[in-house]
Nanobody
Framework: QVQLVESGEGSVQAGGSLHLSCAASGININWYCMGWFRQAPGKEREGVAR???????LYADSVKGRFTISKDDNKNTVFLQMNSLKVEDSAMYYC????????????WGQGTQVTVSS
């Protein structure tokens, strides 16, 4: 059974930082593309970042230069370091793996809430 468990939920002021983690079980992330998505109330879910099994990364334009996706294959965990946070980054953040542009679609975590205040 595949499980993706996010952690790192938090509330920060604009300009602050948060570090999200996604612990995977039931799969070896070194064989899969892994991604982070987010969904704000009333908005569609959007891809934020992906990391390929070879370590190559891709970012949405809205987070490029501020967010960094990484992984630790030995810990089977994916990370999202978020710096210079903006109010518009507030959303539920999901870890995922699959075949979509940001590696979503097959397995999803339960989400972790990020709130950025002005």
């Amino acid at each position: 059974q595949v499980q993706l468990v996010e952690s790192g939920e938090g509330s920060v002021q604009a300009g602050g930082s948060l570090h999200l983690s996604c612990a995977a079980s039931g799969i070896n992330i070194n064989w899969y593309c892994m991604g982070w998505f987010r969904q704000a109330p009333g908005k569609e879910r959007e891809g934020v970042a992906r990391i390929n099994k070879d370590g190559r990364t891709l970012y949405a334009d809205s987070v490029k230069g501020r967010f960094t996706i990484s992984k630790d294959d030995n810990k089977n965990t994916v990370f999202l370091q978020m710096n210079s946070l903006k109010v518009e980054d507030s959303a539920m953040y999901y870890c995922a793996t699959g075949l979509s542009a940001y590696c979503g679609g097959t397995y999803w975590g339960q989400g972790t809430q990020v709130t950025v205040s002005s």
